[in-house]
């Protein structure tokens, strides 16, 4: 019985220590937290205007679920640098991959009366949807399924930061985040739009606007969303 009693004396011991050192672990990622001069994000003062994009895979997850990794590596190999190529043709700044998507945006689009520059993001965008494919080409030779994608851009302000884990520069605000809430809305292999950015290139003949849906910006702020067609007309 007292061999008994001194087993679960030394389990508790040794349970009230470690939870002890835990404790004081996390007191000292704490501090560090609180005192570090440190920064792995520093924020820059570059505030600027930007058409922001995003290309992302549809049902990505239900495709490469049964893959085995090495062609799961293949998929989104294929994919992503087929898109990022393209991006950069057309100047581009490709800011990093989000697994199945790329994000990218336009550094010439800083001044809205840089039509070029505008036109330039709408071409790029449309030959991406162009190449799809010539993308599925790629992914039957390598005896993969074939992929399809939306695109989704807004224009506005966004905030530039330097990672110390990242060569390219990482971007904040809301485009970004407007981005990624309405690409789902875009078809497969079609493209969409916020409302800032259609203000900007609404007057493009070579492209037919839509509006089809809103997106929600809280506070029941109706923001228009619109998807973009070349226009076969012209």
Do not use: W
Not at 35 to 48: A, G, Q, V, Y
Not at 52 to 65: N, R
Not at 73 to 101: H, R
Not at 165 to 184: A, H, R, W
């Amino acid at each position: 019985m007292l061999e008994g009693a001194n087993q679960i004396h030394s389990k508790i011991t040794e349970l009230y220590t470690s939870t002890r050192f835990g404790c004081n672990k996390r007191q000292d990622v704490a501090s560090r937290f609180k005192n570090t001069p440190d920064k792995i994000i520093s924020f820059s003062d570059l505030h600027e205007n930007y058409v922001i994009c995003i290309v992302d895979v549809v049902d990505s997850t239900k495709i490469t679920a049964s893959l085995p990794e090495e062609k799961m590596c293949k998929y989104y190999g294929v994919f992503l640098n087929g898109m990022a190529m393209i991006a950069k043709e057309f100047g581009a700044t490709v800011v990093k991959n989000l697994g199945d998507s790329l994000l990218y945006y336009f550094p010439e689009t800083s001044e809205d009366s840089n039509k070029t520059a505008f036109a330039d993001m709408l071409e790029c965008n449309m030959a991406m949807l162009q190449a799809h494919p010539v993308i599925n080409g790629n992914m039957q030779e390598e005896s993969l399924s074939p992929v399809n994608y939306r695109i989704s851009a807004d224009y506005g302000r966004v905030m530039i930061a330097k990672s110390v884990y990242s060569l390219t520069d990482e971007i904040f605000g809301s485009p970004v985040n407007i981005c990624s809430k309405i690409n789902p809305m875009a078809s497969p292999n079609g493209m969409v739009i916020g409302g800032n950015l259609h203000q900007i290139v609404k007057s493009f003949g070579e492209y037919h606007f839509k509006e089809i849906s809103g997106y929600s910006l809280g506070f029941k702020v109706h923001y228009p969303v619109y998807s973009v067609l070349r226009d076969k007309a012209k």
